[in-house]
């Protein structure tokens, strides 16, 4: 098995893998439904589930004649980047497209380590039925790919209305095709944003901007007060969603269950306990905490949460396109011991996950020293035609850069 | 000390729209286990609820039956609790944002006076599965039937407007006809469509102070309500009276042994807005579409049914207690039956016949048209009140005409005078004590008389002519 899946398609035997691979290849996660297929979303609390049906993404996929290669390996439920392999199987032409959950930004990070693009369509045009997940209302199927194009074919291929999904509305699916002719796009940064940067990263990013202005593009700088309460708003809100929708991980039908000779709520409470890892269970814990002990903090989350929706959408009227790093220098990826760790990690992309907006990380862009922090592109819901096509024009841009 | 009672109810009603409330899957919660069942339903990994418009509609139309106001915007919530009979941690129910507020019903006191009782607050919430515990192999084991999972409910909340058993239970039985005049419920507490719990306080007589409230369980029946709730108020009383301190706890009633005894604790979660449905947006042009669809209510029924047919107000009030037999009314009067005649055999004769076979208004086996003509032939004294009752048993059981039976059982009534002149000739002229006992006037031979008389002709003869006759050879 090849190193960053954790499950291959049975379909795959020994020495005929070339001739599967005229289909282009994709690689899903395995809170991702593919009927029959063990479906244990990186989580004891659901060992030994196997889908019954497939999710409609996978559905969509198998429908668009591509092959799914197998699951890559996954952080528990899609929160965080603990030992996530996606971007891995999106490098060197092992897989066209990666899908990931993106609930914080996954998917846009982890390609930005690997030098790839990242993408998290908006919410509610790529169907969530058949996802496992943890945090409803931010979490959504990410994308990873070397190539903008096999991102704009695999959001075409998955995206639509499902009438499975309560959450997508009922309306034509945005544009998702690359235009190269933008029409003198603006592109505005946020000042509140420039101040988290140290010296390289600002240096890296200001690069970045200089090669939007040579594409054409105009650049302003814009204001967003709101900008450091978003990470505590993500956090309070995910945490109390994880909580009680985390609920039906509950060890009765599939999952790892504890040996209990009590009574159910014993086998309820030792089964929980034994399953979750220590940072889902810290994340479900911190949202009961905001349920049962803090109410109205988590009222005050999702009305400041309205808040950003609202001031964003303002912030689209003086610029077509908002862009940031994706990440900071450092990440800490491998030593996300705590909640505060990972928030730190995705201090810059869990925006988007908040506001339901389109996002691409575009790489080769924004070059700290020697590290790739991510140039990230943020565009008004629905608009994910713009974001795609801004990363396809600044990648021609750099490109012909590179060549001169 | 006097004390006054402080009741107020929560009533869960189980809608009967076609599919459950957040997928297609049949709302037949009594089908053969888990056969209704879809992922979503089961609540397995990855599937999402899908509020279903057929329950909307349901839910409203209730709602508009009990004079509720529909809210412009409502939601649901997840509210947390661990049980086996709800396998993903959370009910969907509106917790927040109700779909509807402010409702009312009138009732009659058992003083005989009108009052309006208030409904607080209706909202949708999703029905858990069932759980079965049986024994295999000596060992205790608890099943799971999804069927019910998910299936459609309403919770009405009523404010605490209630003093006594009696007009709980009218509210009850107002409620009750309201919601199934609306179409959306059986509201049968003996198949558990309908689940009442009560909650009940003591208070100083005269005072408006609310007091801590014990909650009632476990009501199979209205009766057993009003029974639960007499029990309750007895023993709170007697607990204070001897110097007791009532606590905020929820007991069973025990229909056999006829007493409530405390409960375990249930473990009361939180309610935070459900991410994945929708909001349920409603305008005032769809309440109007819906509220077309409701029949004629009970209220508006009877005042016409007093004006149009002249009925006194208990025999409209009976005729409109349920939809299908105001209709069923008023379709046999619309067919040439005289509409008291109508009330009389309906509510007598006609709903024992319904009670002996099992059925119910809604299947009745008997047409308008032949019950009518049936009751045409009674009041143009064809035959007697006792053959109509035998003909109508026999058209519940077979599909002939009124007119088919009573020619082959010939049961038509003898009304010629020379024959009935003959049976009473025959008839005094063997009874001749009888004679000189009503000579002397003792009306009871006469009862003794017109009966032999009836005997004789097998139930044909017509009573009052017999006793016509009798009256005349005896002078």
């Given at each position: 098995m090849e190193k960053d899946f954790v499950y291959m398609n049975p379909d795959i035997r020994d020495g005929e893998e070339d001739g599967l691979f005229s289909k282009p290849v994709a690689s899903l996660q395995p809170n991702m439904s593919v009927k029959g297929?063990?479906?244990?979303?990186?989580s004891a609390a659901l060992e030994n589930y196997v889908a019954l049906e497939d999710a409609t993404v996978t559905e969509r996929l198998k429908e668009e004649g591509f092959f799914i290669k197998g699951f890559t390996r996954m952080s528990e439920l899609g929160f965080g980047l603990r030992g996530d392999t996606a971007a891995g199987a999106a490098c060197g032409g092992k897989a066209e497209i990666a899908f990931m959950t993106d609930t914080l930004g996954e998917s846009r990070v982890s390609a930005s380590l690997k030098g790839l693009f990242g993408y998290k369509p908006s919410y509610g045009v790529v169907s969530r039925y058949g996802l496992i997940g943890l945090v409803p209302s931010m979490e959504c199927y990410g994308m990873v790919s070397s190539s903008i194009e096999n991102i704009s074919k695999a959001v075409r291929t998955t995206s639509g209305f499902d009438s499975r999904d309560p959450s997508m509305p009922d309306e034509t699916p945005p544009d998702f095709n690359i235009t190269m002719d933008m029409r003198n796009p603006t592109v505005g940064f946020l000042s509140q944003c420039m101040a988290l940067l140290d010296e390289e990263e600002t240096e890296a990013f200001t690069a970045a901007l200089d090669t939007a202005r040579e594409a054409g593009i105009g650049v302003v700088e814009l204001g967003f007060d709101d900008f450091s309460l978003m990470a505590n708003v993500h956090n309070v809100i995910g945490s109390v969603e994880a909580s009680s929708s985390g609920g039906k991980y509950d060890s009765v039908r599939y999952g790892h269950r504890a040996k209990s000779d009590n009574n159910w709520n014993d086998m309820y409470i030792k089964s929980r306990s034994e399953s979750f890892g220590s940072i889902v269970k810290a994340y479900m814990l911190q949202g009961g905490y905001f349920q049962y002990k803090a109410y109205s903090d988590f009222e005050s989350a999702c009305r400041i949460r309205a808040r950003i929706i609202q001031k964003t959408n303002r912030l689209f009227e003086k610029a077509d396109i908002i862009v940031m790093p994706s990440r900071g220098r450092n990440p800490s990826i491998d030593l996300q011991d705590s909640i505060s760790d990972i928030y730190e990690t995705f201090t810059f992309s869990l925006y988007a996950n908040l506001t339901g907006g389109p996002a691409v990380s575009v790489p080769g862009l924004a070059i700290a020293e020697d590290t790739d922090i991510g140039f990230q592109i943020l565009g008004p819901i629905r608009e994910d035609g713009r974001v795609l096509s801004l990363a396809s024009v600044l990648t021609a841009t750099i490109n012909r850069k590179g060549r001169r | 000390m006097n004390f006054e009672a402080v009741i107020g109810l929560e009533i869960h009603v189980q809608l009967n729209?076609?599919?459950?409330m957040f997928c297609d899957c049949p709302n037949r919660p009594a089908d053969p286990p888990n056969l209704n069942t879809c992922p979503t339903c089961l609540w397995l990994p990855g599937a999402l609820p899908v509020f279903s418009r057929n329950v909307l509609e349901k839910a409203i139309l209730l709602c508009l039956s009990l004079n509720c106001e529909i809210q412009a915007t409502s939601a649901f919530d997840q509210k947390v609790y661990y049980y086996p009979d709800l396998p993903k941690g959370f009910q969907l129910s509106q917790f927040h944002k109700p779909l509807s507020k402010n409702g009312w019903l009138d009732i009659v006191t058992g003083e005989a006076e009108t009052r309006r009782l208030r409904i607080r607050k209706i909202h949708m919430e999703e029905d858990v599965a069932r759980l079965v515990h049986e024994t295999e192999d000596h060992k205790q084991i608890s099943l799971v039937d999804f069927n019910r999972a998910g299936a459609p409910l309403v919770e009405i909340v009523t404010e605490p407007d209630m003093h006594s058993s009696y007009n709980v239970m009218e509210f009850l039985k107002a409620l009750r006809r309201q919601m199934r005049y609306s179409g959306s419920s059986e509201c049968s507490m003996e198949q558990g469509t309908m689940r009442v719990d009560a909650n009940i306080s003591l208070r100083p007589e005269k005072s408006e102070e609310f007091n801590t409230k014990v909650e009632v369980k476990n009501m199979n029946s209205i009766r057993n309500v009003g029974d639960a709730i007499d029990y309750e108020i007895a023993r709170q009383k007697d607990s204070k009276e001897k110097g007791g301190e009532i606590v905020l706890h929820t007991r069973l009633w025990d229909p056999d042994k006829k007493i409530t005894s405390p409960m375990r604790g249930k473990f009361e979660g939180p309610c935070i807005p459900d991410p994945a449905v929708s909001t349920i947006v409603i305008t005032e042009g769809y309440v109007n579409e819906i509220k077309a669809r409701l029949p004629e209510m009970p209220d508006k029924k009877i005042t016409r049914f007093i004006q149009q047919y002249g009925l006194t107000e208990q025999e409209a009030s009976l005729i409109s207690s349920e939809l299908d037999l105001s209709l069923y009314f008023e379709d046999t009067v619309k067919k040439g039956a005289s509409p008291r005649t109508v009330v009389h055999w309906l509510t007598s004769t006609m709903t024992s016949c319904i009670r002996e076979r099992g059925l119910s208004w809604s299947d009745l086996p008997v047409s308008a048209e032949n019950f009518a003509n049936l009751l045409g032939m009674l009041e143009r004294n064809e035959i007697t009140s006792k053959a109509t009752k035998k003909v109508l048993s026999v058209m519940f059981d077979t599909d002939k005409t009124p007119e088919t039976i009573v020619k082959e059982l010939d049961l038509k009534q003898v009304s010629d005078i020379n024959e009935l002149e003959a049976l009473v000739e025959k008839l005094l002229s063997g009874n001749h004590d009888a004679v000189e006992s009503l000579k002397k006037g003792n009306e009871k031979v006469m009862d003794f008389l017109v009966g032999q008389a009836m005997r004789e002709s097998k139930g044909r003869a017509n009573p009052r002519i017999i006793a016509e006759i009798i009256a005349g050879k005896i002078k």
């Open positions: 297929w063990l479906c244990d979303a990186g | 729209s076609p599919t459950k």
